[in-house]
């Protein structure tokens, strides 16, 4: 099979817009509410669950065909626990700050619905190779969705884009204040709402007909 | 009149998709239907009369229900500004004047804001423009603290029009209060504008009239809000009864007085746009529970330390119960439903009021989570009454 086949760029762009974990799925709702609302912690979730993603589907596509069917869960999330911990201790080791303020949500992944999703979905009934692809392309499509969400947050909520004053003093000076509600998780939901909205009125092909 | 109507015959067909000015059909048919009764007939499909009065006629009573509160409001702007300058010899024609122009601009933007994405939706959606905004418009000055930066309400009113109203399916869909989501989100994204000393009396110059510098010793905070940092076994600076009727206290504009709200009541209520069972039964829940939160007082939460009559003056838990509640989409719709909504309206809203140390005032949080519920009691009270017409029908089945 070659490398770039078809089915592997199925694998790989499909779940950035068409079949978007997050947008189309509504999967993995729970973090994409918690971590938002600011950029930076948003962009290392991200990445941590396209590094959990990717390998898992690996290593679990390695052993689907020794894997007994009865337990499959259980090994499927003893190999996810596992590297969720290795991330979680190079986070601590290397940007200490970030990991506490994602503080739980990196233990979570595990219970990412996403992930048992994929392996169970995909992982468990084809080869590594688009298997990694299925999780880069899912891991991707989920941290779009947590960038554009925190961004929007992060900006109307703080003012700041990772940190950095973007708002300009004068308008503080003029009467601009932040918008306080950005930062509370109802507005997370309603910041995907949105998202959701504008994506499906540019896909035809997800719209339920009227009827 | 002959002159306007072949006016308008004439530049109709401009207005047609394929004319000139298509974008704007809406809003011409909504100034024609405004001008002229329109003479479309109902469907061959037939009719559902419940009663003569249709919702333009509705909305208009409601309006003139709100006008007391409105002036009183103004009056009370006024009267606040220049206490709190140190001018109380200014006469009531001055004090009227400034709260006119306090209010105006906060009036003009908040129908401005609505009113335009209304336009525009119906506009979008190629449906008549309904008048469901032309309350709303006026309950969210009346509901704002008076010092909020307009563009805040025109941001909040523009939320809660698009993601409380026109995301549901536009007027008479939505679950929550669209003036009250215009509050609720003033309250969460700009707290230190929504509350505190600072809110509510105007002490700047409103449109270039009056202004002035703060007397010593002046405090812009409601009763509640004193009431709230009180310290001790005794209130510090009791409110008079009288003055939380009569309404010169600070407060939202439309919330402090209680006899301009009797009034409108009383004309909510001859009419029979407004329930009585919501009405009475938030004011029956507020009472039970503000007794109750007096019977066992406590330091530790001062506002149990008001008697109930004066707990249901102040704040804006008349205000809520007599325009909030009542409002006929987000309440219940059985009459049963009526009496438990407005109950649990009452109760919460004082429950809210005393035990949160956050929020000094609870009616509008209490009637937001209650729009939640209503669809639920209404349900709840439908089923039961099913179950019980099947239990008497196979009564009678089996004799």
């Known amino acids: 099979m070659a490398l770039f086949s078809k089915r592997n760029k199925e694998a790989f762009f499909n779940p950035l817009s068409k079949d978007n974990p997050v947008l189309v799925q509504i999967l993995g709702i729970c973090s994409t509410l918690a971590v938002t609302a600011k950029l930076e912690p948003a962009i290392v979730m991200g990445i941590s669950v396209i590094c959990v993603l990717a390998l898992s589907n690996?290593?679990?596509?390695?052993?689907?065909?020794?894997?007994?069917?009865?337990?499959?869960?259980i090994v499927q999330l003893v190999v996810v626990a596992a590297l969720v911990i290795i991330v979680q201790q190079v986070l601590v080791a290397y940007s200490y700050d970030v990991s506490k303020q994602l503080s739980v949500f990196i233990g979570l992944i595990i219970t990412n619905c996403i992930l048992m999703g994929r392996l169970e979905a995909f992982a468990l009934n084809?080869?590594?190779?688009?298997?990694?692809?299925?999780?880069?392309g899912n891991g991707l499509g989920y941290t779009i969705i947590l960038v554009i969400v925190a961004f929007f947050r992060e900006l109307l909520g703080s003012g700041t884009l990772l940190g950095f004053q973007v708002i300009p003093q004068?308008?503080?000076?003029?009467?601009?204040?932040?918008?306080?509600?950005?930062?509370?998780?109802?507005?997370?939901?309603?910041?995907?709402?949105?998202?959701?909205?504008?994506?499906?009125?540019?896909?035809?092909?997800?719209q339920e007909s009227s009827n | 009149m002959q002159f306007l109507r072949k006016y308008l015959n004439k530049i109709k067909p401009q207005f047609r998709p394929g004319g000139k000015f298509a974008k704007l059909e809406s809003v011409f048919d909504g100034f024609e239907t405004f001008l002229f009764t329109p003479n479309t007939t109902a469907s061959?499909?037939?009719?559902h009369v419940h009663d003569n009065n249709d919702m333009k006629r509705t909305m208009s009573t409601v309006i003139v229900a709100l006008l007391p509160c409105l002036l009183m409001a103004m009056l009370n702007i006024g009267y606040q500004h220049f206490h709190a300058i140190g001018q109380p010899e200014a006469g009531w024609g001055a004090m009227f004047l400034f709260g006119l122009l306090a209010m105006l601009p906060v009036i003009v933007v908040s129908y401005a804001v609505g009113l335009g994405i209304e336009?525009?939706?119906?506009?979008?959606?190629?449906?008549?423009?309904?008048?469901?905004?032309?309350?709303?418009?006026l309950l969210i000055p009346l509901i704002v603290p008076i010092n909020t930066p307009l563009w805040m309400t025109a941001v909040a009113t523009a939320f809660a029009v698009i993601f409380a109203k026109e995301v549901f399916g536009g007027t008479g869909m939505n679950i929550f209060n669209v003036a009250l989501i215009t509050r609720a989100f003033l309250f969460f994204a700009y707290p230190s504008k929504m509350s505190g000393d600072a809110a509510f009396v105007k002490?700047?110059?409103?449109?270039?009239?009056?202004?002035?510098?703060?007397?010593?010793?002046?405090?812009?905070?409601?009763?509640?809000?004193?009431?709230?940092?009180?310290?001790?076994?005794?209130?510090?600076?009791?409110?008079?009864?009288v003055d939380a009727f009569v309404g010169f206290i600070p407060g939202s504009?439309?919330?402090?007085?209680?006899?301009?709200?009797?009034?409108?009541?009383?004309?909510?209520?001859?009419?029979?746009?407004a329930s009585w069972r919501v009405m009475l039964s938030v004011f029956a829940?507020?009472?039970?529970?503000?007794?109750?939160?007096?019977?066992l007082p406590s330091a530790t939460y001062p506002a149990s330390l008001l008697d109930p009559c004066t707990q249901l003056c102040l704040g804006g838990f008349a205000f809520a119960a007599v325009f909030m509640a009542t409002d006929p989409v987000t309440g219940a719709r059985t009459k049963t439903g009526q009496y438990i909504y407005g109950f649990l309206v009452g109760v919460l809203a004082i429950l809210i009021r005393v035990y949160n140390g956050g929020y000094p005032e609870g009616a509008m949080l209490a009637v937001l989570f209650m729009n939640a519920f209503a669809p639920l009691i209404d349900y709840c009270v439908v089923q039961s009454n099913i179950n019980r017409r099947l239990k008497r029908a196979k009564a009678a089945g089996e004799q």
């Open chain 2, 203 to 241: 002490v700047d110059s409103a449109l270039g009239y009056g202004g002035g510098t703060v007397v010593d010793g002046f405090s812009g905070a409601t009763p509640l809000g004193e009431v709230a940092t009180n310290v001790g076994d005794t209130l510090a600076h009791p409110t008079s009864l």
């Open chain 1, 126 to 136: 084809n080869g590594p190779w688009a298997s990694f692809l299925d999780g880069i």
């Open chain 2, 119 to 137: 336009f525009i939706a119906a506009q979008i959606h190629h449906k008549e423009i309904q008048e469901g905004f032309l309350v709303t418009g």
């Open chain 1, 58 to 73: 690996v290593i679990i596509s390695l052993i689907r065909k020794t894997i007994p069917t009865t337990i499959r869960i």
């Open chain 2, 285 to 295: 829940g507020g009472f039970a529970m503000a007794s109750l939160a007096h019977a």
């Open chain 1, 170 to 206: 004068w308008c503080y000076d003029h009467g601009y204040m932040n918008n306080g509600l950005m930062i509370l998780p109802p507005m997370a939901l309603i910041t995907v709402a949105c998202i959701i909205w504008v994506h499906r009125s540019r896909n035809k092909d997800l």
């Open chain 2, 253 to 273: 504009p439309g919330e402090t007085s209680m006899i301009a709200i009797l009034i409108g009541a009383a004309i909510l209520l001859i009419t029979g746009i």
């Open chain 2, 44 to 47: 061959a499909r037939g009719v």
